[in-house]
């Protein structure tokens, strides 16, 4: 049946078949007639922020946390451009996020008009795709293609920028009928299973390598079934957090830059990766032509670009995690890799004291996991926080350590905790941030408030950029050009905000405040004062081999 | 070692798509040699050829980019060593 309608109902009515739900954004001249819309479709709800790139953010928060496609929604110029950094974020790390801008009137394109962006031209290299919508008549099909898209096979973001005059044209509007069918996933042929079988029995020294694809494909459980069946230790990746549990006998921790010892010499002396859902990149790697010298690779993508892009595979095998694994498991013979597990363990190193006693990382983060059980989900944001969580934090459940991988965003943890939030209602979510990072996205505070969001706001202060401040007393003798950093009253700016404010000065009050601060009913920040000049370690310097890193003095 | 690498690319013959397959080559700042650009076969597709002086690992790299992109429908190469003569068929 054939209804005639605007493009602004159009839009929203393709949004609310697909079953969105939340849409996070910011009105403005250009996309006025879609909020004018807006209202007469409770079930979308939309959630006012402060600032587009908070949208972009907490849209890419909700799609890692929901596994489904997040919505953000901002006017024209300005509004989009803000955009960007959150799509970057998103396309970086396979998250499906589809954004939608506002477009001054089709006659006005192309002749600066006010608040007039190329925003399609701006977010090309950073978007799976994009569309700018010449005719209300396409915009049902533009929609339904973009939520298909940004989900399929690998994940990634997608842009529709439409002209106020096409969200006001009236055409004919048919509702779906159906679900859109999603195009099969490559499978993997019985010859290359076969021949990584073959590898993971002949090896002496055999490694698991798991990414984010394994959280994107669910892959969990058939990754647990392929390390028990074979014994192979498993290394975790930044984004690969919580897809193994990290008490088991058979996880390793984190590889690379800031990989334990033992993770990185395990890599170096392995003679075999099987790499699942992961890209290789620069910071797991550190210089590729030392990476893993004896190692023959298995690569297991859904993105066949990615095989064989940074490191040479023995044998690629493009398909989902999960499907792959399943059938590797079953090709696999039983084996253990008892020896080789005793040798990586002779090279774990005693924790580095930066982590241990009373304002640890450690000890605060310990006080978290207490407060919530251990069920809750972490958004870390980026710098010197991000890798002490990554490295200590103990994940009991798949997905919950949600963190910028890719782009390394400052400001993302804030406003991604609010997408996971509504992601997850009823569950913990803790934003982790460092003082510079909070200090990009606090403002998000108002959204919370306004739209009720039980966010919990950590914020680890050291009066500086920490992690540059640690490069530069490696790398740039110490002249800490720019990295200290003032910080507000965090507790008074709580509360100017209308919510809880805790400071944390000893460690003898951390119970205390993170308790309170996790049961209060809704947002709650807490500041962590912290030491000034506390190191990450160790630490493969930039481009440095990972079998030599920068450890802590004793 | 260097090698003339020709990419033929099927693709949908839209503005959009072309400035996606463009920005491949633009990112990796690669040398073309020759573009061009032409309606192939049915309606609403067109073959866009061009040439790469690279490695075949740099033309590998460039073919698995071009099967990202939404609306590309076939990637093709055809390496032609330097050594041999231009007139090949």
Redesign the interface.
């Known amino acids: 049946m054939t209804e005639t309608v605007s493009g602004a109902h159009i839009l929203c009515r393709t949004l609310v078949e697909a079953g969105v739900d939340v849409l996070f954004g910011y009105p403005g001249g250009a996309i006025m007639p879609f909020y004018h819309a807006l209202p007469e479709y409770p079930s979308l709800r939309h959630i006012l922020v402060r600032h587009e790139q908070a949208a972009a953010h907490a849209a890419d928060g909700y799609a890692r946390a929901s596994g489904r496609v997040g919505v953000c929604v901002a006017t024209s110029g300005p509004g989009a451009t803000n955009l960007v950094t959150g799509l970057a974020t998103a396309h970086m790390d396979s998250s499906p996020v589809v954004a939608i801008t506002g477009q001054v009137s089709r006659p006005m394109i192309g002749r600066d008009a006010f608040q007039e962006t190329d925003i399609?031209?701006i977010t090309?290299?950073i978007t799976?795709?994009?569309?700018?919508v010449q005719d209300a008549a396409e915009l049902a099909d533009v929609v339904r293609d973009a939520l298909a898209?940004a989900q399929a096979g690998r994940p990634g973001p997608v842009l529709i920028d439409i002209p106020k005059d096409v969200q006001n044209q009236k055409v004919g509007f048919v509702p779906s009928v159906g679900a859109q069918h999603a195009a099969p996933l490559p499978t993997a042929s019985d010859d290359t299973i076969r021949r990584a079988a073959d590898l993971i029995a002949a090896a002496k020294r055999p490694l698991m390598m798991v990414g984010h694809g394994v959280i994107l494909g669910n892959a969990y459980a058939e990754v647990r079934a392929l390390a028990e069946k074979t014994g192979m230790p498993v290394i975790t990746t930044l984004l690969g957090i919580s897809a193994f549990p990290e008490g088991h006998p058979l996880h390793l921790g984190m590889p690379g830059m800031h990989g334990e010892v033992h993770v990185n010499r395990a890599i170096q002396r392995a003679d075999l990766i099987v790499g699942i859902g992961l890209r290789f990149d620069d910071r797991v790697t550190g210089n590729l032509a030392a990476f893993a010298p004896h190692a023959k690779v298995v690569h297991i993508d859904l993105?066949?670009?990615e095989i064989?892009?940074n490191v040479p595979t023995a044998v690629g095998i493009v398909g989902d995690a999960r499907a792959v694994t399943r059938v590797l498991v079953a090709a696999t013979a039983a084996r253990n890799c008892d020896a080789w597990r005793a040798e990586i363990d002779g090279c774990r190193r005693p924790q580095d004291a930066s982590f241990r006693g009373g304002m640890s990382p450690e000890a605060i983060l310990a006080a978290i996991r207490d407060a919530t059980a251990g069920n809750c989900t972490i958004v870390t944001d980026v710098g010197q926080h991000q890798m002490w969580v990554a490295k200590l934090f103990p994940y009991r459940r798949p997905n919950t350590h949600i963190t910028s991988g890719g782009l390394g965003t400052m400001g993302f943890a804030v406003p991604a905790a609010m997408g996971v939030h509504l992601a997850r209602p009823g569950e913990p979510v803790w934003a982790i941030s460092g003082d510079g990072g909070f200090q990009m996205n606090m403002a998000e505070m108002a959204t919370m408030v306004q739209e009720g969001l039980t966010v919990k706001l950590a914020v680890f202060n050291n009066g500086y950029l920490g992690m540059v401040r640690q490069w530069q007393q490696f790398f740039h003798g110490k002249r800490y050009s720019s990295t200290p950093i003032w910080s507000p009253d965090y507790v008074k700016l709580a509360e100017a905000y209308g919510i809880p404010g805790y400071r944390v000065q000893d460690a003898g009050e951390l119970t205390d405040a993170v308790g309170r601060a996790n049961a209060d009913p809704g947002p709650a920040l807490v500041e962590f004062v912290i030491e000034q000049e506390a190191n990450v370690y160790p630490m493969i310097p930039p481009g440095g081999s990972l079998s030599e890193p920068i450890e802590a003095a004793v | 070692m260097t090698a003339e690498h020709t990419v033929d690319v099927l693709l949908d013959d839209t503005l959009?798509t072309l400035?996606?397959a463009v920005?491949v080559l633009r990112?990796r700042n690669l040398a073309v040699e020759r573009l061009t650009l032409r309606p192939c076969g049915p309606t609403g597709v067109s073959r866009m050829t061009f040439v790469l002086n690279t490695d075949a690992a740099t033309a590998?790299?460039v073919v698995?980019?071009f099967?990202?992109i939404?609306?590309v429908r076939a990637v093709e190469v055809t390496t032609v060593q330097n050594h041999t003569p231009e007139e090949q068929p």
């Open positions: 399609v031209g090309l290299p799976k795709q994009n569309y700018l898209v993105d066949r670009s064989g892009r | 959009l400035n996606r920005g990112r590998d790299r698995q980019q099967h990202k939404v609306g």
